[in-house]
């Protein structure tokens, strides 16, 4: 079964850092673009940044600068390293990632379960 696998969330004090993992699993030919989704309380989910396969990133651009997102094609995960966290990051975090497991080149979007994010103040 193909999943995506996400870990690293938790509970930090404003300021702190934390850093998210996400790893593709199961019979996969291939990972497309990868990325990062949040969603808060009361809100929609929103984007928070991409990497595609050539490692081209893209961020919300209230994140660029505190947040890293970055790829180990190896291992298919895809990470993203947050420092001076703010309440306002408090949320649910998504991976999703473009996987080919059907037919080598067509790709489909996976989501990951979801791993909470709580910023105190």
């Known amino acids: 079964q193909v999943q995506l696998v996400e870990s690293g969330g938790g509970l930090v004090r404003a300021g702190g850092s934390l850093r998210l993992s996400c790893g593709a699993a199961g019979r996969i030919f291939s990972v497309g673009s990868m990325g990062w989704y949040r969603q808060a309380p009361g809100k929609q989910r929103e984007l928070v940044a991409t990497i595609d396969a050539r490692a081209y990133t893209y961020y919300a651009d209230s994140l660029e600068g505190r947040f890293t997102i970055s790829r180990d094609n190896a291992k298919n995960t895809v990470y993203l390293q947050m420092n001076s966290l703010e309440p306002e990051d408090t949320g649910v975090y998504y991976c999703?990632?473009?996987?080919?497991?059907?037919?080598?080149?067509?790709?489909?979007?996976?989501w990951g379960q979801g791993t909470q994010v709580t910023v105190s103040t």
């Open positions: 999703n990632a473009d996987l080919s497991v059907a037919r080598p080149g067509r790709y489909v979007p996976y």
